[in-house]
């Protein structure tokens, strides 16, 4: 059974940084386009980025270019999502999911995305 699981959420003032973690057990990820998403209360889920099963290429939401990083590493079964800068607005449960690549590229898309994760709670407050 495929099974996500993130980690390294916190709290963290303006500014600051966290990275993300996701690892897969039962499954390897490097057959997989891995997607971050985030869902604060009453919004929606919504995509910040995503990586194709072999790394070659990124997506990003506008709202995080330039301040956020994906990377994988297929040796450890786990992909990272570096956080710098932190906004309030980034405030939400960050999951990460796990999809197919399109045409050698990922969509930031919910619906693209599945075997879900718990989640991580990332709050930035001063």
């Known amino acids: 059974q495929l099974q996500l699981v993130e980690s390294g959420g916190g709290l963290v003032q303006p500014g600051g940084s966290l990275r993300l973690s996701c690892a897969a057990s039962?499954?390897?990820?490097?057959?997989?386009?891995i997607g971050w998403f985030r869902q604060a209360p009453g919004k929606e889920r919504e995509g910040v980025s995503c990586i194709t099963d072999r790394g070659s290429y990124t997506n990003y939401a506008d709202s995080v270019k330039g301040r956020f990083t994906i990377s994988r590493d297929n040796a450890n079964n786990t992909v990272y999502l570096q956080m710098n800068s932190l906004k309030p607005e980034d405030t939400a449960v960050y999951y990460c999911?796990?999809?197919?690549?399109?045409?050698?590229?990922?969509?930031?898309?919910?619906?693209?995305?599945?075997?879900w994760g718990q989640g991580t709670q990332v709050t930035v407050s001063s």
């Open positions: 039962g499954f390897t990820l490097d057959r997989y386009a």
């Open positions: 999911g796990a999809g197919s690549s399109v045409f050698r590229r990922c969509v930031l898309s919910p619906g693209m995305f599945g075997s």
